[in-house]
């Protein structure tokens, strides 16, 4: 005769969350007193040189519903196109931060310095970019894209040269809304899937 085993059924999958944000941004999470100042919250402190810019907009799943758990790191260079740690590079830009999705309406805000055009080893010149790692639930892997800036002269940027579908390389232009102010959405699927990288 075999044994019945009562066994429990196996949980829904939970790709990202809620341990992404339990263990990168635990205040975020609700988990207070973790650390005196929640890391990475910005890219910048006091003394920052250059323009001071504000980039919002929100992740959009393939369904075209608003990713209100979403969390994403980003990397950029100072005003001068040069990263932290290089010569010569601004000590109060440390280019990376951890920017979280507003729980209730999905909105997230990124409050950096406008960065610069980055020389490559190979003497090629970088359209100013931010690049994002995104982490949010259903992504098994993280996705990693660029935002550029739409008031820019991005023609000879040679990641941007690498797209094939040219029409595409829309989705990674934030959209200038007033001075210092972008908006930029990413969508994960669908009509004006933004352009993901394997880097």
């Known amino acids: 005769m075999v044994q019945k085993l009562n066994t429990l059924q ?4 939970q790709t990202a969350g809620p341990f992404v944000h339990i263990g990168t941004v635990p205040t975020y999470a609700g988990l207070e ?4 100042t929640e890391l990475g919250q910005s890219t910048v402190s006091d003394g920052a040189k250059g323009q001071i810019i504000e980039i919002s907009g929100r992740i959009i799943d393939g369904a075209g519903g608003v990713m209100r758990d979403a969390l994403f790191e980003v990397w950029q260079a100072d005003s001068q196109g040069l990263y ?4 010569g590079a601004d000590p109060n830009v440390t280019g990376w931060a951890r920017v979280c999705a507003d729980p209730e309406d999905g909105k997230w805000t990124l409050k950096t310095v406008k960065p610069g055009r980055v020389s490559m080893r ?3 010149i970088q359209a100013p970019h931010i690049a994002i790692w995104i982490v949010a639930r259903g992504i098994n892997t993280g996705l990693q894209t660029r935002i550029y800036f739409n008031d820019e002269d991005n023609s000879a940027d040679p990641v941007l040269g690498r ?3 040219k029409h595409r390389v829309e989705t990674l232009l934030a959209q200038k ?3 210092g ?3 930029f959405d990413i969508r994960l699927q669908g009509e004006g899937e ?3 990288f394997d880097m």
Do not use: K
């Not at 196996?10 to 999958?13: G, T, Y």
């Not at 007193?33 to 005196?36: E, L, T």
């Not at 932290?84 to 010569?87: E, P, S, T, V, Y």
């Open 163 to 165: 797209i094939e579908h």
């Open 122 to 124: 190979d003497g090629r």
């Open 194 to 196: 933004t352009v993901f």
């Open 33 to 36: 007193g973790v650390y005196a």
């Open 181 to 183: 102010r972008y908006e």
């Open 177 to 179: 809304q007033a001075e």
């Open 84 to 87: 932290a740690g290089q010569d």
């Open 10 to 13: 196996e949980s829904p999958s």
